[in-house]
């Protein structure tokens, strides 16, 4: 008889309820329950840094068990993901995007056979790890985490990376599996006002708004390329007005969401609030 958890995919559990459900161990990417023969996967974006799990269009790319040296196929339950396909458990995958919290994606099973690459492990050392190739089973409702998720997550190993050697970091580079992971991910539209983008460009009169140089180039119509960027981002509740809408140049549209400072934002309030204080006195 299969094991039917009351999820749904998206579902977001806490640790405690995930134990509770699978009546699994609290720890661990790969938790064994013989009450309900079930074998919970967990890929974790935020804590794991050992594993280099990837998705490649549907397929999930898992990581095996085992932090330090080569790993097995033989250990603990990287054995019994492989035995899978005979031996009747059952596995179900969850993502952390977010500490201590488990986004559910449904019943996994095997999709190609296990194979071995090179990864550093939990001491920086090149080992061989064992992959998975995971697929959704009945695979319907869409899972895909937020485009900003991965950006974070990203930007967050980038900064551990830098932290290597020039040796370290060239090694780690040069392993990297020239196919490339992907994979789908939500990204919020904002209905932005035309009117309003066109009516910042029009009063920077080719100028960025911010650092006050001319555009860096013209656009295919021969018109001054700026970009038109929110003070108050529309993602933190700003508004898509004349007041909080601005035109700058590639270089400090960049610099406003990486480094987002408060004395840059405050030019560009003044810059808007000149403006229309110009408009009352006419």
């Known amino acids: 008889m299969s094991f039917e958890p009351a999820l749904r995919p998206g579902d977001v559990l806490s640790n405690d309820e995930l134990c509770e459900m699978f009546e699994c161990s609290p720890q661990g990417g790969m938790r064994r329950s013989h009450r309900t023969n079930s074998l919970v996967l967990i890929s974790n974006y935020?804590?794991?840094?050992?594993?280099?799990?990837?998705?490649?269009?549907?397929i999930l790319h898992y990581t095996g068990m085992g932090q330090k040296g080569d790993q097995s196929v033989e250990f603990m339950q990287n054995k019994t993901l492989a035995q899978s396909p005979e031996n009747g458990v059952q596995m179900f995958l969850f993502e952390v995007h977010h500490p201590r919290e488990y986004t559910y994606f449904g019943e996994v099973r095997l999709a190609g056979e296990p194979y071995q690459e090179?990864?550093?492990?939990?001491?920086?050392?090149?080992?061989?790890?064992?992959?998975?190739?995971?697929?959704?089973?009945?695979?319907?409702?869409?899972?895909a985490p937020p485009k900003e998720v991965f950006d974070h997550i990203f930007q967050k190993k980038e900064r551990a990376a830098g932290e290597l050697s020039a040796e370290q970091l060239r090694e780690r580079a040069a392993r990297v599996r020239p196919e490339i992971?992907?994979?789908?991910?939500?990204?919020?539209?904002?209905?932005?006002?035309?009117?309003?983008?066109?009516?910042?460009?029009?009063?920077?009169?080719?100028?960025?708004?911010?650092?006050?140089?001319?555009?860096?180039?013209?656009?295919?119509?021969?018109?001054?390329?700026?970009?038109?960027?929110?003070?108050?981002?529309?993602?933190?509740?700003?508004?898509d007005s004349i007041e909080n809408t601005v035109a700058l140049c590639p270089n400090c549209h960049r610099k406003m969401h990486v480094l987002d400072q408060p004395a840059d934002r405050n030019v560009l309030d003044v810059v808007t609030r000149n403006h229309s204080l110009d408009l009352e006195q006419r």
């Open 46 to 58: 935020v804590e794991d840094a050992v594993y280099e799990d990837r998705w490649v269009g549907s």
């Open 118 to 143: 090179k990864q550093p492990d939990v001491d920086g050392d090149i080992r061989s790890v064992w992959m998975f190739p995971l697929e959704i089973v009945n695979a319907g409702r869409s899972t």
């Open 181 to 239: 992971g992907k994979r789908d991910v939500a990204v919020t539209q904002y209905d932005r006002s035309h009117w309003v983008s066109q009516y910042a460009k029009r009063r920077a009169s080719g100028r960025c708004e911010l650092c006050g140089e001319p555009a860096p180039f013209l656009d295919k119509d021969g018109i001054p390329y700026l970009e038109t960027h929110h003070i108050v981002w529309l993602a933190r509740g700003g508004e």
